[in-house]
């Protein structure tokens, strides 16, 4: 995986470039969410659950099908939230699908069940640029775990700034 932080990136760059009017808060909070929860599957390790499992990391809940269901899922809550059902499956579903792309970019670990659960093929995206990020959130706090952060800002955080800023600065001039 990417680390857990680094998945913020792409839901917070899109409520930046599309801002509040069409990513309330509520929403904001629900992609959030989307863009996390594909790492539930890690609960598996724990379990008993082996790692190339369907089910196990990096596999259904990394995938794209999984992605647009989760969306449209959630995207039944844009209403209370206040947000307009199709921006919401649209946020939800590209924070739900940036996980497995970004997992897919690591240079660690077993590829991702894109298609799941009509293939469980595991596949990486052909650019593995991302350092993979410990299992164990207290490596982060090492030599390497500094090397994980420096390629996520470089390779996450600096493309989605650039992103947010460039939508916020369109719709300043719109
Ligand atoms: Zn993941």
């Known amino acids: ?42 609960l598996g390790l724990w379990l008993g659950i082996p790692y190339e499992h369907p089910l196990g990391h990096r596999g259904f809940t990394h995938s794209l099908p999984f992605a647009v269901a989760l969306a449209g899922a959630s995207a039944l809550l844009a209403p209370a939230v206040g947000a307009d059902p199709r921006v919401a ?3 939800l579903a590209m924070s739900a699908a940036s996980h497995g792309l970004l997992d897919g970019m690591t240079n660690g670990g077993l590829g991702i069940a894109f298609f799941s659960p009509f293939s469980h ?49 369109l719709r300043g001039l719109g």
């Open 1 to 42: 995986m990417a680390t857990p932080l680094s998945h913020l990136a792409v839901p917070l760059a899109l409520g930046v470039a599309l801002g509040p009017d069409l990513v309330p808060p509520g929403l904001l909070a629900l992609a959030v969410v989307c863009a996390l929860l594909p790492d539930v599957d890690a």
């Open 89 to 91: 499956f649209w946020v």
């Open 121 to 169: 093929r595991r596949r990486f995206l052909p650019w593995r640029v991302i350092e993979v990020s410990p299992l164990r959130p207290s490596a982060l706090f090492t030599r390497r775990g500094l090397h994980v952060l420096r390629s996520e800002m470089r390779w996450i955080w600096l493309p989605c700034g650039a992103a947010a800023l460039l939508g916020a600065a």
